[in-house]
């Protein structure tokens, strides 16, 4: 199984994402991948770099069109995508994405 994680959302972003994410990493069996997704250079981790991220500002409808290349969207369109990508951040932007998708 493959997880992504957003380490730029969250209010300790991205430090506590971090180090939750290579605890995480000792705690999953070996056939599950971790990935993170975001703007920093992690020994030991696979880093899907961007170069951009979602800021508590950024109006949620339209952050996937100013936005296209911030650290949730290359999460969720991946080649490879995860099963799961965990984020910490808003989720109406995430909502707004999926629901543009749909409908349009």
Do not use: C, W
Request: net charge negative; glycine share 10%.
């Amino acid at each position: 199984m493959r997880i992504g994680i957003d380490m730029m959302g969250g209010d300790y972003a991205p430090g506590f994402t971090i180090r939750g994410s290579m605890l995480t990493r000792e705690a999953t069996p070996d056939h599950t991948e971790l990935f993170l997704v975001g703007d920093r250079d992690i020994s030991g981790m696979t880093v899907f770099h961007t170069p951009h991220y979602l800021a508590i500002g950024n109006y949620p409808f339209n952050a996937f069109r100013e936005k296209p290349d911030s650290s949730v969207f290359i999460g969720l369109n991946h080649d490879a995508s995860p099963a799961v990508l965990y984020q910490y951040g808003t989720i109406g932007t995430i909502y707004s994405k999926l629901v543009h998708e749909r409908f349009t």
